[in-house]
């Protein structure tokens, strides 16, 4: 080998130095990002000046000088006492059921426990059958949560189920008439329609059967019951309407357009507490003379109806974003445009819109707590309404209740956006090049 | 049922050859017929049921009521208005109430709003952090919660009158409001006024000019800050040359409270705070969301062409970020509206809590009542969203 | 007890069952078994639930004692609790079938809603509730005070004529529920409370320091509250109307709840009529003839339903005042069953 010929060439790297102290570990990382110029460095120290003039007096407040136990508002009217957590414990089962009868509130954790049932394998990307679920969570679990809450045992008369007899032998004489005039084939229409028909009759003779269980008024239901209860039959409600009414506002229809639009506008311009003064107050007078309805179911139709026009726009948004190659090849398979919609259109939008539809639920959640201006007790209804309870008011008492409330509402929704933001980065994965 | 048959049957064998149920002509006018008429079907027997329910129980409908003597007080108004002013007048306070605190919320909430999305993109932990904190706790918190508590809080944290807080002369702070005096104008004072106005079109003109001028010669010019020495020293100079036409009427405790004066309600107080810093966290999150989306390739050629950072963000990043944020930023605007609405579980004389609340309950007019109120909101959100849409194609990005 | 929630809401959605509402109101509560009363959200000593969850108070009282007449049973009533804002909708719809809701009797709501006033359990009038702190002993030293008073209300109407009329001035302070006007009192935010001084007594209570308010003397208005009905369904008026008179005349008589069976074997003319043991009152309107009898065996005649729910012995602590019967000075006269 040649050794003298070429000039100093390294053969190994040079040690590293270790970066500078100013530029590693805590200190380089608060020398970064909190002091590296005077004005940042201002606004470390304000924002520490925050934390330290809020955070110690709300955590000594919240649990350090807070009462956990007692039986009145003796135990929380003490000189320097803190949050009254006595009063939230005292109260708890009416902050959960409201005045739902002591003996009967298994049937509420009941349906608590079908809901995470079905909420849980649907809400889990992973988890297989999503198609059973989903029928799972709109069909069977209405079913059963209204038997179970209510109690069931709906009373129908033989009037009723003769006149829907006689109108579904109508309806299917005018199917089977305008397919014969049609010279299309008669069967499978029939018996579509036909099965429709007897499955809405079966869902009302389950609601009629007497499962033993005791009426409970809804004037008894109250606290996070009726909370939940508002939200989820608005959203499950809202969510056939909003498909009908997002796929009517790109309908080329001109009229079933229109008609679309004013629909949703309307909701949307005006304030869910005008929907609620209206149907708690207009509603009774719109209806035949002698039909009431629950105040409760009244104001479950005020909210459906509002809800439904937020759900439309975010199933708009979905049916906009699936590319015009999508709609242009179902029409040349040469699927009706149902089918096109059912099998090609709204599985791909609706995919896309889980996100949105999670955020119309957190809103519509917290727009629930609306209700107790019409004298419905939700959650915060209830909690408002024991702060009148003369055995417990004490100064630390409303303030409690608003934070216990807060966090309950605050749980809910923090996990939702969660999950939404989580599902947005998973959609948003498969799209990715 | 034979005769429609074989016509129809022979006008479609005419088209296609095909059964006139495939015809999507046919289909299009039989399907928006059956729409338009169930539709029709189910107004016509709401307003059945409505005139006969209403003659029945004896109620009396129409618009009269309107010119009648309202007979109540409303504790805040803008509007003159006694008890012997008439329900319309009462409309008209509340509507002024409404409007008067969704735009200072508006206002407020936009400030708060784009400071903390700024904030939540700082490159300071402990300001990021805390901006979050901040829009993950308001966001998900019903918001008449938030009202609730803040009124509570407002109430319980400020004095009685007889203790009030003064931190000013002539300002005071107490639990029934805050208590301002109040200007009472000698003549002349009206020009002052005017020359506010002068001041203010003669700042918008400069601007225009200075702006023509720099896009034809390159040639910069002050605008802004010759803009605002007008519009504070044009009124100013009035002021003095005119001989300070102006007096304050200073409040002074009088038996329970103070009389004379300005009074900003509690309720006011509660209630702004409440909407502007709930609506605050979502615009800061559209705010952190519209700078995100300007691609940091824009940031990177501006810093690349010479630009300062505050040129960058001024000339590059904002502008393109606007376009994003304008959109949600104008339903917040209108949520922040309709959510005003909730002025009624705390007190606040609104259009809801006047005209929906105590007319509805004097007159037993429900029907009436709520549809003008729900008109009232639709007609604010139309306009409203008329204007930003007026305003978003004047931002928007021109493509071809 | 089957379940109301959805039976007439299926019935509405194929046009049936749409039973009409202005047939016998008594034929209807027969058949289904129970009254349905509509009551207050919650006002103490009127109608309020206890700790258990029953609903107790005058109104509350009333209600069962109509119940009692038709069905023997004073607890064959449910309660529809309605706000201010709802109360003549639910009647009149027919939501309910009486309401008995501290409602002000006035000419405008006799005449103009469809509705009747049956008669007066309870006469009341508009006062007002001061901080003792304040030193005030008269309603007419309020002027430039902060007023708390709810919507919806004749409250509301009287307090702007009051203060016109004696040249004052105040600032309202206006809500739409009770509860949320006594926070805002009790937080201070008004010098003065003014509702229906009854109203007034059972809201002291709810207050932190109740020892700290007092009521002043002053009454400014006429609150005659009463049980009312739908208009048109003179059987309905009668019976509502002749249950209060019944329990009245009771006090009268000196038939309480404790003697009426002894009371049964009475030589008394007046008292026979009364308990049915002479002549067809009953009947006449549509009950049994033992109705009063009823009434009286399960919630007891006027005197003792008034002493046991707002009376002095209560927490309410009210006298009986112009409650009295017209016989120790009062204003409550029944005419004579006869």
Same mark, same amino acid.
């Given at each position: 080998?040649?050794?003298?010929?070429?000039?100093?060439?390294?053969?190994?790297?040079?040690?590293?130095?270790?970066?500078?102290?100013?530029?590693?570990?805590?200190?380089?990382?608060?020398?970064?990002?909190?002091?590296?110029?005077?004005?940042?460095?201002?606004?470390?120290?304000?924002?520490?000046?925050?934390?330290?003039?809020?955070?110690?007096?709300?955590?000594?407040?919240?649990?350090?000088?807070?009462?956990?136990?007692?039986?009145?508002?003796?135990?929380?009217?003490?000189?320097?006492?803190?949050?009254?957590?006595?009063?939230?414990?005292?109260?708890?089962?009416?902050?959960?059921?409201?005045?739902?009868?002591?003996?009967?509130?298994?049937?509420?954790?009941?349906?608590?426990?079908?809901?995470?049932?079905?909420?849980?394998?649907?809400?889990?990307?992973?988890?297989?059958?999503?198609?059973?679920?989903?029928?799972?969570?709109?069909?069977?679990?209405?079913?059963?949560?209204?038997?179970?809450?209510?109690?069931?045992?709906?009373?129908?008369?033989?009037?009723?189920?003769?006149?829907?007899?006689?109108?579904?032998?109508?309806?299917?004489?005018?199917?089977?008439?305008?397919?014969?005039?049609?010279?299309?084939?008669?069967?499978?229409?029939?018996?579509?329609?036909?099965?429709?028909?007897?499955?809405?009759?079966?869902?009302?003779?389950?609601?009629?059967?007497?499962?033993?269980?005791?009426?409970?008024?809804?004037?008894?239901?109250?606290?996070?019951?009726?909370?939940?209860?508002?939200?989820?039959?608005?959203?499950?409600?809202?969510?056939?309407?909003?498909?009908?009414?997002?796929?009517?506002?790109?309908?080329?229809?001109?009229?079933?357009?229109?008609?679309?639009?004013?629909?949703?506008?309307?909701?949307?311009?005006?304030?869910?507490?005008?929907?609620?003064?209206?149907?708690?107050?207009?509603?009774?007078?719109?209806?035949?003379?002698?039909?009431?309805?629950?105040?409760?179911?009244?104001?479950?139709?005020?909210?459906?109806?509002?809800?439904?026009?937020?759900?439309?726009?975010?199933?708009?948004?979905?049916?906009?974003?699936?590319?015009?190659?999508?709609?242009?090849?179902?029409?040349?398979?040469?699927?009706?445009?149902?089918?096109?919609?059912?099998?090609?259109?709204?599985?791909?939008?609706?995919?896309?819109?889980?996100?949105?539809?999670?955020?119309?639920?957190?809103?519509?959640?917290?727009?629930?707590?609306?209700?107790?201006?019409?004298?419905?007790?939700?959650?915060?209804?209830?909690?408002?309404?024991?702060?009148?309870?003369?055995?417990?008011?004490?100064?630390?008492?409303?303030?409690?209740?608003?934070?216990?409330?807060?966090?309950?509402?605050?749980?809910?929704?923090?996990?939702?956006?969660?999950?939404?933001?989580?599902?947005?980065?998973?959609?948003?994965?498969?799209?990715?090049? | 049922?034979?005769?429609?048959?074989?016509?129809?049957?022979?006008?479609?064998?005419?088209?296609?050859?095909?059964?006139?149920?495939?015809?999507?002509?046919?289909?299009?006018?039989?399907?928006?017929?059956?729409?338009?008429?169930?539709?029709?079907?189910?107004?016509?027997?709401?307003?059945?049921?409505?005139?006969?329910?209403?003659?029945?129980?004896?109620?009396?409908?129409?618009?009269?009521?309107?010119?009648?003597?309202?007979?109540?007080?409303?504790?805040?108004?803008?509007?003159?208005?006694?008890?012997?002013?008439?329900?319309?007048?009462?409309?008209?306070?509340?509507?002024?109430?409404?409007?008067?605190?969704?735009?200072?919320?508006?206002?407020?909430?936009?400030?708060?709003?784009?400071?903390?999305?700024?904030?939540?993109?700082?490159?300071?932990?402990?300001?990021?952090?805390?901006?979050?904190?901040?829009?993950?706790?308001?966001?998900?918190?019903?918001?008449?919660?938030?009202?609730?508590?803040?009124?509570?809080?407002?109430?319980?944290?400020?004095?009685?009158?007889?203790? +009030? &807080?003064?931190?000013?002369?002539?300002?005071?702070?107490?639990? $029934?409001?805050? /208590? #301002?005096?109040?200007?009472? %104008? !000698?003549?002349?004072?009206?020009?002052?006024?005017?020359?506010?106005?002068?001041?203010?079109?003669?700042?918008?003109?400069?601007?225009?000019?200075?702006?023509?001028?720099?896009?034809?010669?390159?040639?910069?010019?002050?605008?802004?800050?010759?803009?605002?020495?007008?519009?504070?020293?044009?009124?100013?100079?009035?002021?003095?040359?005119?001989?300070?036409?102006?007096?304050?009427?200073?409040?002074?405790?009088?038996?329970?409270?103070?009389?004379?004066?300005?009074?900003?309600?509690?309720?006011?107080?509660?209630?702004?705070?409440?909407? +502007? &810093?709930?609506?605050?966290?979502?615009?800061?999150?559209?705010? $952190?969301?519209? /700078? #995100?989306?300007?691609?940091? %390739? !824009?940031?990177?050629?501006?810093?690349?062409?010479?630009?300062?950072?505050?040129?960058?963000?001024?000339?590059?990043?904002?502008?393109?970020?606007?376009?994003?944020?304008?959109?949600?930023?104008?339903?917040?605007?209108?949520?922040?509206?309709?959510?005003?609405?909730?002025?009624?579980?705390?007190?606040?004389?609104?259009?809801?809590?006047?005209?929906?609340?105590?007319?509805?309950?004097?007159?037993?007019?429900?029907?009436?009542?709520?549809?003008?109120?729900?008109?009232?909101?639709?007609?604010?959100?139309?306009?409203?969203?008329?204007?930003?849409?007026?305003?978003?194609?004047?931002?928007?990005?021109?493509? $071809? | 007890?089957?379940?109301?929630?959805?039976?007439?809401?299926?019935?509405?959605?194929?046009?049936?069952?749409?039973?009409?509402?202005?047939?016998?109101?008594?034929?209807?509560?027969?058949?289904?078994?129970?009254?349905?009363?509509?009551?207050?959200?919650?006002?103490?000593?009127?109608?309020?639930?206890?700790?258990?969850?029953?609903?107790?108070?005058?109104?509350?009282?009333?209600?069962?004692?109509?119940?009692?007449?038709?069905?023997?049973?004073?607890?064959?009533?449910?309660?529809?609790?309605?706000?201010?804002?709802?109360?003549?909708?639910?009647?009149?719809?027919?939501?309910?079938?009486?309401?008995?809701?501290?409602?002000?009797?006035?000419?405008?709501?006799?005449?103009?809603?469809?509705?009747?006033?049956?008669?007066?359990?309870?006469?009341?009038?508009?006062?007002?509730?001061?901080?003792?702190?304040?030193?005030?002993?008269?309603?007419?030293?309020?002027?430039?005070?902060?007023?708390?008073?709810?919507?919806?209300?004749?409250?509301?109407?009287?307090?702007?004529?009051?203060?016109?009329?004696?040249?004052?001035?105040?600032?309202?302070?206006?809500?739409?529920?009770?509860?949320?006007?006594?926070?805002?009192?009790?937080?201070?935010?008004?010098?003065?409370?003014?509702?229906?001084?009854?109203?007034?007594?059972?809201?002291?209570?709810?207050?932190?320091?109740?020892?700290?308010?007092?009521?002043?003397?002053?009454?400014?208005?006429?609150?005659?509250?009463?049980?009312?009905?739908?208009?048109?369904?003179?059987?309905?008026?009668?019976?509502?109307?002749?249950?209060?008179?019944?329990?009245?005349?009771?006090?009268?008589?000196?038939?309480?709840?404790?003697?009426?069976?002894?009371?049964?074997?009475?030589?008394?003319?007046?008292?026979?009529?009364?308990?049915?043991?002479?002549?067809?009152?009953?009947?006449?309107?549509?009950?049994?003839?033992?109705?009063?009898?009823?009434?009286?065996?399960?919630?007891?005649?006027?005197?003792?339903?008034?002493?046991?729910?707002?009376?002095?012995?209560?927490?309410?602590?009210?006298?009986?005042?112009?409650?009295?019967?017209?016989?120790?000075?009062?204003?409550?006269?029944?005419?004579?069953?006869?």
């Amino acid at each position: 080998m040649d050794t003298g010929s070429v000039a100093y060439v390294r053969t190994e790297d040079a040690p590293q130095y270790a970066p500078p102290s100013t530029k590693t570990g805590a200190v380089g990382w608060i020398r970064d990002n909190l002091f590296d110029s005077v004005a940042n460095s201002i606004l470390t120290i304000v924002g520490i000046a925050i934390l330290a003039l809020i955070v110690p007096p709300v955590i000594n407040w919240l649990f350090i000088d807070a009462v956990y136990t007692g039986d009145s508002r003796d135990a929380c009217v003490v000189e320097g006492a803190g949050a009254c957590w006595a009063f939230v414990n005292a109260k708890f089962g009416q902050f959960m059921y409201g005045r739902y009868p002591l003996e009967e509130r298994w049937r509420v954790d009941l349906t608590g426990i079908l809901l995470i049932a079905g909420l849980v394998p649907a809400a889990i990307p992973q988890v297989p059958f999503k198609r059973e679920t989903v029928l799972y969570l709109i069909v069977v679990f209405p079913i059963a949560g209204f038997v179970l809450l209510t109690g069931g045992n709906v009373d129908i008369s033989a009037g009723f189920w003769m006149t829907y007899a006689a109108l579904s032998v109508i309806l299917l004489a005018i199917v089977a008439a305008v397919c014969v005039n049609a010279k299309i084939p008669v069967v499978r229409p029939l018996a579509g329609v036909a099965f429709g028909v007897v499955a809405v009759a079966l869902v009302f003779a389950i609601a009629a059967f007497d499962f033993g269980l005791v009426y409970v008024e809804t004037q008894l239901w109250g606290g996070l019951l009726v909370t939940l209860v508002v939200a989820i039959v608005g959203i499950v409600a809202s969510f056939p309407v909003g498909i009908v009414l997002a796929l009517g506002r790109r309908s080329h229809l001109p009229a079933v357009r229109l008609i679309s639009v004013i629909f949703i506008e309307f909701w949307r311009g005006v304030p869910l507490i005008t929907v609620l003064f209206m149907s708690s107050v207009m509603l009774p007078l719109f209806l035949p003379d002698g039909v009431n309805f629950d105040k409760l179911l009244r104001a479950l139709i005020g909210v459906a109806l509002f809800a439904s026009a937020y759900m439309a726009e975010v199933v708009r948004g979905g049916l906009q974003a699936i590319s015009k190659g999508q709609y242009e090849a179902a029409d040349a398979m040469g699927l009706s445009y149902s089918q096109g919609m059912r099998l090609i259109i709204l599985p791909q939008a609706l995919k896309l819109v889980i996100p949105g539809i999670v955020n119309t639920f957190i809103g519509l959640f917290k727009d629930t707590s609306l209700v107790l201006i019409i004298g419905l007790f939700d959650l915060l209804g209830i909690v408002t309404l024991n702060f009148s309870d003369a055995n417990w008011s004490s100064p630390n008492t409303p303030a409690t209740g608003f934070i216990f409330a807060a966090f309950v509402f605050w749980i809910f929704c923090f996990g939702m956006s969660r999950y939404s933001m989580y599902m947005e980065r998973r959609l948003h994965r498969g799209h990715a090049r | 049922m034979t005769p429609v048959s074989s016509a129809s049957g022979e006008h479609a064998g005419d088209e296609a050859g095909t059964s006139w149920f495939y015809n999507p002509r046919v289909r299009g006018v039989v399907f928006q017929f059956l729409v338009v008429a169930a539709l029709v079907g189910v107004v016509a027997f709401f307003a059945y049921n409505a005139k006969t329910n209403l003659e029945r129980a004896g109620i009396a409908s129409g618009l009269g009521f309107f010119s009648e003597r309202a007979g109540f007080d409303i504790s805040q108004t803008l509007v003159p208005y006694t008890n012997d002013s008439t329900y319309f007048r009462a409309f008209l306070v509340g509507l002024v109430n409404t409007l008067l605190v969704a735009s200072i919320g508006i206002l407020i909430a936009t400030v708060i709003g784009f400071i903390v999305g700024v904030a939540r993109l700082s490159k300071n932990f402990v300001i990021r952090q805390l901006a979050q904190l901040y829009v993950e706790i308001l966001r998900n918190v019903p918001l008449l919660l938030q009202l609730l508590f803040w009124y509570k809080a407002v109430l319980s944290v400020l004095p009685s009158p007889r203790q +009030s &807080l003064e931190p000013m002369s002539g300002v005071f702070l107490n639990n $029934r409001g805050l /208590i #301002l005096p109040e200007v009472i %104008g !000698q003549p002349g004072s009206g020009l002052i006024g005017y020359a506010l106005l002068a001041a203010i079109a003669a700042a918008f003109g400069i601007s225009r000019w200075a702006r023509a001028r720099q896009l034809a010669t390159g040639k910069q010019f002050p605008s802004l800050i010759v803009g605002l020495c007008l519009i504070v020293l044009l009124p100013l100079l009035t002021f003095f040359v005119t001989g300070m036409p102006v007096d304050l009427a200073y409040a002074e405790l009088k038996g329970f409270n103070f009389a004379g004066g300005m009074v900003v309600n509690p309720e006011f107080m509660a209630l702004l705070l409440g909407l +502007s &810093l709930y609506t605050a966290a979502f615009i800061a999150e559209i705010v $952190r969301a519209g /700078i #995100l989306a300007v691609s940091h %390739g !824009q940031t990177e050629a501006a810093f690349s062409l010479g630009l300062r950072p505050r040129r960058t963000l001024q000339l590059v990043v904002i502008p393109q970020a606007m376009r994003v944020i304008i959109p949600p930023l104008t339903s917040q605007y209108l949520n922040l509206t309709k959510n005003s609405s909730l002025a009624v579980a705390i007190g606040y004389p609104d259009i809801v809590a006047v005209f929906a609340g105590t007319v509805l309950n004097q007159t037993g007019q429900a029907v009436e009542v709520i549809i003008i109120t729900m008109l009232v909101y639709l007609t604010i959100s139309l306009s409203t969203s008329a204007f930003m849409n007026w305003y978003n194609r004047r931002v928007a990005l021109v493509e $071809r | 007890m089957t379940n109301k929630f959805l039976t007439i809401a299926l019935g509405a959605a194929l046009g049936l069952s749409a039973t009409a509402a202005s047939a016998a109101t008594l034929d209807d509560v027969k058949a289904k078994g129970f009254l349905q009363c509509g009551s207050n959200t919650g006002l103490a000593g009127f109608a309020a639930p206890n700790d258990a969850g029953e609903w107790t108070g005058l109104d509350v009282d009333t209600c069962r004692a109509i119940a009692a007449a038709i069905f023997d049973d004073p607890n064959a009533v449910k309660f529809t609790p309605l706000t201010a804002k709802e109360r003549f909708t639910a009647l009149q719809t027919g939501e309910v079938d009486v309401l008995v809701r501290n409602t002000t009797w006035t000419m405008t709501r006799d005449t103009t809603l469809g509705l009747n006033f049956t008669g007066v359990n309870y006469y009341d009038g508009q006062g007002f509730m001061v901080r003792k702190s304040l030193d005030v002993t008269s309603a007419l030293e309020l002027s430039g005070a902060s007023v708390c008073v709810q919507t919806g209300t004749t409250t509301e109407l009287n307090l702007t004529d009051y203060f016109k009329a004696n040249g004052m001035e105040y600032q309202p302070v206006v809500f739409e529920k009770l509860e949320e006007v006594n926070a805002a009192y009790d937080a201070n935010r008004c010098d003065v409370y003014t509702t229906d001084a009854s109203g007034l007594y059972s809201i002291r209570l709810q207050l932190t320091n109740p020892a700290d308010h007092v009521v002043l003397p002053e009454i400014i208005s006429k609150e005659p509250l009463g049980p009312v009905v739908r208009q048109g369904d003179d059987q309905w008026f009668n019976i509502v109307k002749w249950t209060l008179f019944a329990m009245v005349n009771a006090e009268e008589l000196g038939v309480t709840s404790a003697n009426v069976d002894e009371m049964m074997s009475s030589d008394n003319p007046s008292i026979k009529r009364l308990l049915g043991v002479d002549g067809q009152f009953g009947e006449s309107i549509g009950l049994s003839n033992d109705w009063a009898a009823r009434i009286i065996k399960h919630v007891g005649n006027y005197g003792e339903m008034f002493d046991k729910n707002v009376g002095p012995d209560t927490p309410l602590g009210i006298e009986r005042g112009v409650n009295a019967l017209w016989s120790k000075g009062g204003l409550q006269y029944a005419p004579p069953i006869r």
